[in-house]
């Protein structure tokens, strides 16, 4: 088997991993100024996506173009997510050279599409694929791939532990090698139940005290997270942005999330904004909790509420998720101050961070390949993939960091 590492390695975003020459493993994009796309322009005889974020599904669009027309295979919610994501690219930067692809390109998705279960084995490029629960959002998959002679395990991006939204994974199927995440290779996280506990109890404190909280959050799997823990803890709720078209499709697919009635209940319990900016405002003042995107402060309503609640030490603003360094997130946090709309703000409401992370920590990474120690394994999506392999050595494994554009052969 031979593996050509297109992106995703030593780096987090842009996953791609090219299988034989045949088959593509994700093709995702890194988003910034300019955004990174993989390091070369594959023709593959079929796609397997893994999970439907924007770093490992995002570029699959520019697949499609000319009369290339490769079968793509994915969870349904993922393939309902890709769409989502190509039609916000579009949206957002559609006709700039920020967005590679046309709404033709993303029509023909719908035409390339082919949805499979978790357990179910099919064929793609001549190898036996099967896709496994990965427990990082709903439709996340593990992908064990088969040419006859080697068995490959792409782990993509999982959790072993139970999150309210999706229960992590169990899966450890045979292989001859792992390509293995290491997102938080090095961090410990906080007890789930801890951390949420501490994130309720900020909350109905704020709300007391006759606050605001903004809840900036991922559009998916973090958005319907935080619907879930709100409504356990008896917190009234708006949600805002991409994430409410994100919670209605989830319902539709009740067998790729953890507990269908509990989000039911949360969605319905939630209140969901209609999108105007004086709705918004007003909400702003409501003392209430507002869940929005952009996770990161990066764009989306959060544009708008901020600068309505950032005068005030009584509001608070709680970040659910890692902050990129240079996005006006980490900035907040760091510095007291955001860039919001083209504008350097001053933020006096309370800034806070909690780690709701749907990545496995370092224990989970070691405990998830405690059954492969005889199996080679390569660590890619990363910032420090290097370290992290040969902590693996040093306990026996047979493990290497590849670099993008690195070929591997099996």
Not at 272 to 289: E, L, P, W, Y
Not at 291 to 317: F, Q, W
């Amino acid at each position: 088997m031979k593996l050509q590492f297109l992106g995703g390695a030593r780096e987090v975003g842009r996953s791609a991993i090219l299988v034989n020459d045949a088959l593509l493993l994700d093709y995702g994009m890194l988003t910034g100024n300019p955004p990174q796309y993989p390091v070369a322009s594959p023709d593959p005889e079929a796609v397997v996506v893994s999970h439907g974020h924007l770093d490992h599904v995002g570029a699959v669009p520019t697949l499609l173009s000319g009369d290339r027309r490769p079968p793509v295979h994915w969870t349904p919610p993922t393939y309902e997510l890709a769409m989502t994501l190509a039609r916000d690219t579009l949206k957002l930067h559609g006709g700039t050279y920020d967005c590679p692809f046309t709404e033709t390109h993303v029509q023909r998705m719908t035409q390339v599409s082919n949805p499979h279960g978790y357990g179910e084995t099919f064929e793609a490029a001549g190898h036996e694929v099967t896709l496994y629960n990965a427990g990082h959002i709903p439709g996340s998959a593990h992908v064990l791939v088969d040419d006859g002679d080697t068995r490959l395990f792409y782990t993509a991006d999982f959790h072993t532990g139970d999150q309210r939204l999706v229960s992590g994974t169990t899966a450890r199927p045979d292989a001859d090698v792992v390509v293995c995440e290491s997102t938080y290779a090095g961090v410990d996280h906080d007890p789930r139940e801890e951390v949420e506990r501490r994130f309720a109890e900020s909350l109905q404190t704020t709300m007391w005290e006759g606050g605001t909280v903004v809840v900036p959050a991922f559009a998916i799997g973090r958005t319907q997270e935080m619907l879930l823990v709100c409504d356990a803890h008896d917190l009234e709720c708006y949600v805002d942005g991409m994430g409410k078209d994100v919670t209605r499709m989830l319902r539709n697919h009740p067998e790729f999330v953890r507990d269908a009635d509990a989000l039911s209940r949360a969605t319905s319990h939630a209140r969901f904004v209609t999108g105007r900016d004086g709705q918004r405002k007003r909400i702003a003042r409501q003392n209430t909790v507002v869940v929005t995107t952009s996770g990161m402060l990066s764009g989306g309503p959060a544009m708008t509420y901020i600068p309505e609640v950032r005068g005030d030490p009584t509001n608070k603003i709680t970040m659910t998720g890692y902050q990129v360094e240079g996005t006006p997130g980490r900035e907040l946090l760091e510095r007291g101050r955001a860039e919001i709309d083209g504008r350097i703000m001053p933020i006096s409401a309370r800034a806070e961070s909690y780690d709701f992370s749907a990545h496995a920590d370092h224990d989970g990474l070691r405990e998830f390949l405690a059954p492969y120690e005889g199996t080679r394994v390569l660590v890619n999506h990363g910032d420090d993939c290097e370290s992290f392999a040969a902590e693996l050595r040093e306990d026996d494994y047979d493990a290497s960091a590849p670099a993008v554009g690195d070929v591997v052969e099996l």
